[in-house]
């Protein structure tokens, strides 16, 4: 699954009501959205006619944040993977 950045806060009902805030990934670790929840979510189709998130790309990440994506994810890495290796290891597991 990609990964994507909050653009505009928003309260998800589908997930708990979690609270959303600017600049946090979505999803959250421990939660899988449906692809139409994620469509509606990038979107202005939607309950409050807003765009939510965008696609991260994560090339454009630094190797230390990537293993900081990596950590909050549990994904498991080491000091040896590369950039590649590690934007692999994320989109396995987010």
């Excluded at 994620?38 to 202005?44: G, R, S, V, W």
């Excluded at 765009?51 to 080491?78: C, G, R, S």
Aim: glycine residues 4%; hydrophobic residues 35%.
């Amino acid at each position: 699954m990609k990964l994507y950045e909050v653009v505009e806060r928003f309260k998800d009902g589908q997930d708990d009501n979690y609270l959303y805030e600017v600049g946090a990934l979505y999803p959250r670790p421990d939660y899988k959205p449906s692809e139409a929840r994620i469509k509606e979510l990038e979107t202005d189709n939607n309950r409050r006619n807003i765009v939510a998130i965008v696609e991260v790309d994560l090339t454009t990440y630094k190797v230390a944040e990537l293993k900081d994506i990596a950590e909050q994810y549990d994904v498991e890495v080491d000091s040896s993977m590369k950039k590649a290796e590690l934007i692999k290891a994320i989109e396995g597991v987010a």
